[in-house]
């Protein structure tokens, strides 16, 4: 870089004769200068190699010191909870959604679209160093192997550092004050019970189509604010400190939404850069609670079931009538899933009490999500299975149905069941 100018006038050049004159030494031979540069090109070369090894080596290091950061993490809850959760995660996401919050669009989209165009280049020019060396071709192959193994060790890393911990805090339901204990079916029945009765009476204030099924009657900027205000209100409405990030993003519409029902999701985080995103394209009724959930994750809550309750208390507590109705529907059909398994009888008495607006939406989702029961959402079941028993969640994707617990504790608390 040039530097800038000091405002000194620069010293005169004494003018003692021809020998104060400054004179560029010629070299012996025109080629000489040629020479020393071609000298020097492999030793920059192998200083370049060398820092390239050195950079590859400390980033491959990161994937052993990520896991036992897990390791660690897993029975000091407290600690992660004031140094992680509250500390240094709190921060880092301040940061990142202050950059990424007020994008419009899904900027996780646009990366993972980038993310592609550069695999591709990577692999041509892989293939074509390999047939130019193919003496040496399996070389070329450990090289780029090994600058995979490096980036994928970086990913795995930040992914640590951006959220994955947030899984081994202390649980929100003792956060809250609420204690989850053993409960007996008849609880459970009472809790179903009070759901549908509150969804009824919820969705005669909503709207609907032509056909009968819940519509919005808000634009989704204005529920995803919403949504969002919902989130950080719980602070001040349970005497916590616990959602203020909530209110420095917004859940944003996914356009290839449609190929997220494909993989069985109606929203994700990308932790990467602490973004929610709402898969529009799922019946209206679920994008609010859909919203408080991944809100809920930006928050630095990972656990599925704690991310459902959270949802459910924002929406439940929320003036937006739509809000209310979103998770009341969401805890409804946990509560109702896991009653079935235990009293089929109680959840078919339970069924015949809604009303046709609640049954026509019911109909509605299901009719949906069996359109999308493709051997890819299946795969990506099981993968999302696979990754939340990874991260102690050993029900895996039942352990979304977990809120009920949480669910029956709050409810008890009120008196209410």
């Given amino acids: 870089m040039r530097p800038a100018p000091s405002g000194r006038e620069p010293t005169p050049a004494p003018s003692c004769g021809r020998n104060a004159l400054w004179k560029r030494p010629m070299p012996s031979s025109p080629s000489e200068e040629n020479r020393m540069t071609v000298a020097t090109a492999p030793k920059q070369n192998k200083i370049m190699k060398r820092g390239a090894v050195i950079a590859c080596t400390i980033l491959t290091l990161l994937t052993p010191l990520g896991l036992l950061l897990i390791h660690w993490a897993r029975d000091h809850a407290e600690t992660v909870e004031r140094l992680y959760s509250r500390g240094w995660y709190h921060g880092m996401a301040t940061v990142l959604t202050a950059i990424t919050g007020g994008i419009p669009f899904s900027a996780m989209e646009v990366i993972l679209l980038l993310l592609g165009i550069v ?77 549908a009765e509150q969804a009824g ?69 990308f932790p990467y850069i602490s973004e929610p995103n709402i898969n529009v394209h799922q019946p209206a009724y679920g994008i609010s609670s859909t919203m408080c959930h991944e809100l809920s994750h930006i928050c630095g809550f990972m656990r599925e079931d704690e991310a459902n309750f959270i949802s459910y208390l924002a929406c439940y507590n929320s003036s937006s009538v739509e809000l209310q109705y979103s998770g009341t529907m969401m805890a409804l059909i946990h509560a109702t899933n896991r009653l079935y398994r235990y009293d089929s009888t109680a959840w078919q008495e339970i069924e015949k009490q809604l009303p046709m607006g609640v049954l026509r939406d019911l109909a509605v989702n299901s009719r949906y999500w069996k359109k999308y029961e493709t051997p890819v959402g299946e795969t990506a079941d099981r993968w999302n299975d696979a990754y939340l028993k990874a991260n102690d969640q050993t029900d895996g994707v039942q352990s979304y149905g977990r809120m009920v617990d949480l669910l029956i504790a709050f409810y008890r608390a009120q008196g209410a069941i």
Wanted: aromatic share 14%; with cysteine.
């Fill in 201 to 269: 009476q919820l969705r005669l204030q909503c709207g609907e189509d032509a056909q009968g099924v819940f519509a919005s009657a808000v634009s989704y900027t204005e529920l995803a604010n919403t949504a969002s205000e919902a989130v950080t209100a719980l602070d001040e409405i349970y005497g916590v400190q616990l959602f203020d990030l909530a209110e420095r993003t917004r859940p944003k519409a996914m356009y290839f939404s449609e190929v997220m029902s494909y993989i069985q999701l109606t929203g994700v985080i």
């Fill in 119 to 195: 695999i591709i280049l990577f692999l041509f020019f892989w293939v074509r160093e390999a047939i130019r060396q193919r003496g040496r071709w399996w070389l070329v192959c450990l090289k780029r192997l090994w600058i995979i193994a490096s980036a994928a060790s970086a990913v795995f890393f930040w992914f640590i550092l951006t959220g994955d911990l947030n899984y081994y805090r202390i649980p929100v339901g003792q956060s809250l004050g609420l204690s989850t204990e053993a409960t007996d079916v008849e609880t459970l029945r009472s809790l179903c019970n009070l759901l």
